[in-house]
């Protein structure tokens, strides 16, 4: 297992010794445990459905200022 050294700052590692002791744990297995889940979400395949819903969409449509508009006119 590797070793890193992350820049934090005091408060913040105080909360995450308090937590993580609540919890059970260290910060040093919360942080492992994290990287090691966001590693598994972001290299999992697409569900099947939001497969076969990708690219409905056309790519030079900007969703999110539409959604805002839609937004604007709705509450106005």
């Not at 010794?17 to 919890?23: A, D, K, L």
């Amino acid at each position: 297992m590797s070793t890193i050294t992350i820049p934090i700052a005091d408060d913040d590692l105080a909360f995450l010794h308090s937590w993580t002791q609540e919890q059970g744990t260290t910060v040093e297995e919360f942080f492992s445990r994290e990287a090691h889940s966001l590693r598994r979400h972001l290299q999992a395949p697409l569900h099947p459905v939001l497969q076969r819903a990708s690219g409905v969409i056309h790519s030079d449509i900007d969703g999110v200022s539409d959604h805002r508009q839609h937004l604007d006119d709705k509450y106005r």
